[in-house]
């Protein structure tokens, strides 16, 4: 696989700043080292891990650091899932899973209900290579 098109930390916090405009929280500056930590996690798997992860794993590495680290005062599991949904658009595939399964989803990652195995899984169930 040749390497995947990352999500830089100002994309994400974007992202999050424009959830929040659209549906309310709390606004306010990420924990810096933690979404970097957070966002590090894929490009770490793809870089260490042999064979390679499919990019269905890295995004579900990309949302289960999201939604656990708690990088930003509010919203974080949208934050997960639409980081998520970029991360495999920019790489040729989209997200086609329904709002509410994908919320509740986010919301049982976060719980600590799913592995990252299980969303990666369910990531993979629910995308399909875009047209």
Partial sequence: MKTPVWIPPRAVVAIQLELIAEHGGLAGPPRTGDLEAALARPQQQFSNANPQPSLER??????????????????????????????????????????????????RAAAGDLTEEQLAEWIAAHAAVQK
Avoid: W
Avoid at 81 to 101: H, M, P, S, T, Y
């Fill in 58 to 107: 890295l995004a579900a590495a990309y949302g289960l650091a999201l939604a656990r680290s708690h990088c930003f005062p509010d919203g974080n599991e949208c934050v997960a899932l639409a980081v998520i949904d970029v991360f495999l658009q920019l790489n040729g595939r989209e997200l086609l899973a329904k709002e509410v399964d994908a919320a509740d989803t986010m919301q």
